[in-house]
């Protein structure tokens, strides 16, 4: 059974784009070995990710997120049982925010400020489905 499941959280330090790039590239060498894709957002040490996957391969990676030093404040938006993987293109796709409109960030929140707390689970869902349409993600496999 696949499901779909988004997450906030913010970094517990400072994180350089290195060490993002570092993350990113053991995402791709790793998820593919659990069946899991997906996608992330990072903004100023805030995170918003959508993993794809089966149930017991997904649980276990969002366990292991959670547990993580380099993370705070995680917080799940949404879980669903899905159909069809929406990013199945992605091991790890990235949303390249220099090249994000603003007006998309204020058609789902207060402010053009990406700030996954402050909206719905059903909010930043339909963000990420218009970050791919518009397509603001790098780094596809």
């Not at 547990?67 to 705070?72: L, Q, Y």
């Not at 059903?122 to 596809?140: H, I, S, W």
Request: contains cysteine; hydrophobic residues 45%; neutral net charge.
């Amino acid at each position: 059974m696949l499901v779909r499941l988004m997450y906030a959280s913010r970094a517990a330090k400072p994180m350089d784009p290195e060490e993002l790039a570092a993350i990113l590239r053991q995402c791709r060498l790793e998820n593919p070995k659990q069946g899991i894709t997906g996608l992330l957002c990072n903004s100023d040490g805030l995170f918003l990710q959508v993993l794809e996957g089966g149930r017991t391969a997904v649980n276990r990676l969002y366990n292991r997120i959670v547990a993580d030093p380099r993370h705070t404040d995680v917080t799940l938006l949404n879980y669903e049982e899905i159909g069809e993987r929406r990013f199945a293109g992605w091991a790890m796709g990235q949303v390249q925010l220099s090249r994000l409109n603003p007006a998309l960030l204020l058609k789902y929140s207060e402010t053009a400020t990406l700030d996954p707390y402050a909206v719905s689970g059903q909010a930043a869902a339909a963000l990420f489905e218009e970050l791919v349409a518009t397509a603001a993600v790098m780094c596809q496999n």
